[in-house]
């Protein structure tokens, strides 16, 4: 689960300022303390943790968590004069935008408010050369569409198409997306109301726009965003390269797609082009690579399933089995965020440390380059340089971690500036941080290149520049950029000019 620390706001006193004197009438409202972000963080994990301190100058009574519709009765440890106290609660979210209350009592019913959002879901993504970003509620899409993968109602190639995007276009959509998750040449969304939409190469049915009863499966090309039938409540959704899960608001989670490997994880090896539910419950959060797939649940357990042909389920072994019905990851403390590689796992302790398992050929796991680990990590193994990290990320063979400075720390294959360091070759220990990317929110990471969006709302992006992937204006194609590369927003008449000129094409 995501660790939240409470803001350091003005209190709101709703009765006023009163006297210590324990005899006069209690008008005092009580403290709220704790720091954070000023701006609403980009959480993994649905499952946000809130703590806290508080005070009284008489004696407190009880938090509460408000958030739409819920209200959690947080878990209140007081001093033994009841005037202070610690507290703690875990909200569920929905995907995108969460705003909350925390509402402080005392014994006289005087009361404190304090009020901040979280955002659960993605806003950036990049999948094999094409990438997205959600910027003040509206989707912009720019790079490769030669499967229609950009939701654009057409293909371009970048050689022959003057309007082939290769910085971002306004997708023109019916919803409002509020979650966005690219892999290879397909796209999948999620709306507001729950909904789930998917668009581009659908060969393995991982567009989810089949039926159980067909006689012949779906796996047709959709080149604007089509809505998967029969899912209305879904909190998230994320891509592996041949295959899809969604996260439903009860914890459960359905999958769809290539399922050779098992990694649909619906006890079967069948390709499915509709979604199938899996037996899993209490899950807070979904992770998929190339051939497996991961879920975390609310006890902080991880659950695998599908390849682990390079020991992608951390069991201590690599085998060419069909691993199709989830299985318990041995890990050994609490985790709170997982991230999946094409053949590699990090996993976010409650700790701040991370374990990371599975291939390692590129250092992606660690320190294979000076060869003291090796090629295949088959147990979770702690990685030595830091207790301190808020966020991980992984795709291809790159990882990445934010630390508690606001800075990305990679490692891993450096081919083509996929890193975004000044450094060549492979990199086997997270020593450097990203160049001009200080207060990261969120990244998004594809096969060779990733986009990222920083606390003052601006989009980078880095590595290899092919068909527009990167997005940033008078960039050469097929070439890496490892210094990060601005990605400017259109302004909305701009943007709704550039989206008529490109949907118009043939």
Known sequence: MQRFLLPVLPVVFLLGCGADDDRAPDITAPQINGQFSTEPAIVQSRLLTLTGSVSDDRKLASVEIISGEQTLNADLQLADDGRSGQFSAALRLSGGLNAFQIVVSDAAGNQSRASHQAYFGKRVTAGGAHSGAIVEGKTYVWGRNNKGQLGLGMTSKLASDESHPVTPVLLPASKTFVSLAFNQNASLALAADGTVWSWGDGSNGQLGLGSAGAETPDTSTRMTPVQVPGITDAVSVVRGYGHSLVLHNDGTVSAFGSNNLGQLGDGSALNRDYPVRLTLSGIVQIAASSGSSYALDEQGVVWGWGANDYANLGLASEDTEVHSTPVQIPLPQAITAVAAGRDHVLALAKSGQVYAWGLNFSSQVGLFVSEQWPEVVTSPQ??????????????????????????????????????????????????????????????????????????????????????????????????????????TIPDAAEANTTTAMVTAAP
């Not at 301190?388 to 990320?393: G, I, K, T």
């Not at 720390?409 to 500036?417: D, I």
């Not at 990317?437 to 060779?448: K, R, S, T, W, Y």
């Open 382 to 487: 702690l990685l030595p340089w830091f207790s301190d990290v808020q966020a991980v990320w992984a795709n291809g063979n790159q990882s990445f971690v934010k630390r508690a400075d606001g800075k990305v720390y990679p490692w891993g294959q450096n081919m083509l500036g996929t890193l975004g360091i000044e450094l060549d070759d492979d990199v086997e220990a997270p020593l450097s941080p990203i160049l001009q990317f200080d207060n990261a929110l969120d990244l998004g990471n594809g096969a060779l290149h990733t986009v990222g969006l920083r606390g003052d709302g601006q989009l980078f992006s880095w590595g290899w520049s092919f068909e527009g992937s990167l997005g940033g204006s008078d960039l050469i194609n097929l070439w890496g950029y490892r210094v990060p590369v601005l990605v």
